[in-house]
């Protein structure tokens, strides 16, 4: 449990050097971040649109994205990461780098009946087969290891190769089948005894209400930075929540 003061969300931000202009825009965030006296960021998963392992940490681009966090660090402002589905290797050398601290896939922020159930939100697409067996592969510890073994060279080509045929496969998937399940969603609230949800993943950015046996809960889902749009979720001393354009425009 993590008991915060104000308290900023982000999720999905794909960070690569191809895309410079999300790094500036992430830049700002973290400079207003720290302006705003915030007490916690929680970075939800994908920060990086890639990541191959920590050894490749002093490559310029990676190094950059680590140092912008670390002053946020430095300043104050305390750093949680969850992993996603494109940074599940990042590790104890970025974290300890980037002053942010690892968290395990589900946790809670808050206490009582303000608490908040995080995650990145991938678990809960359950009624996508193919996806949850491939999760299942890569977070296995004997996979990771053959994988961090293999040279930079050879992950990196392996990492565009996967990023490919995921993007094959999201063309030929329904919409409802990428999407969270229900269900999951709702045992998820009643197994945490939450009654707010904060998830990314999905890139479908909304608040939902849901019923359950002893009330009505929320689901907040974060926005992926692109182009045209990014936003975080800011919660405050009193626990409202509300939305924080990052778009740029």
Known sequence: MHKTGITRFVSDLHLSAE?????????AFLAD??????????????????WIGDDDLAQPFN?????????????????????????????DTFAQAAGLQRLTEVEKVGAGEAAIL?????????????????RQQVRNPAWQ????????????????????????ATKEKS??????NAEAVRQALIASGCRRLIHGHTHRPGCEQILLADGVAE?????????????ALEVSTEGSIRRIDQSGE
């Open 19 to 27: 895309r410079p202009d999300l790094t500036a825009r992430f830049a």
């Open 33 to 50: 971040t720290a302006a705003s006296k915030i007490t916690a960021l929680f970075i939800l998963g994908d920060l990086f649109d890639a």
């Open 63 to 91: 190094a950059e994205v680590c140092s912008l966090l670390r002053k946020l660090s430095d300043q104050g402002t305390r750093l949680f990461f969850i992993a996603g589905n494109r940074d599940f290797l990042i590790g």
């Open 118 to 134: 995080i995650m990145h939100g991938d678990t809960l697409c359950t009624d996508d087969t193919d996806y949850q067996a491939f």
């Open 145 to 168: 290891g053959n994988f961090l073994a293999r040279p930079l060279a050879e992950r990196r080509a392996e990492a565009t190769a996967l990023r490919q045929k995921s993007r094959a």
């Open 175 to 180: 919409q409802t089948i990428m999407d969270v």
């Open 219 to 231: 689901r907040w889902v974060l926005s992926d930075w692109d182009s045209h749009r990014g936003d």
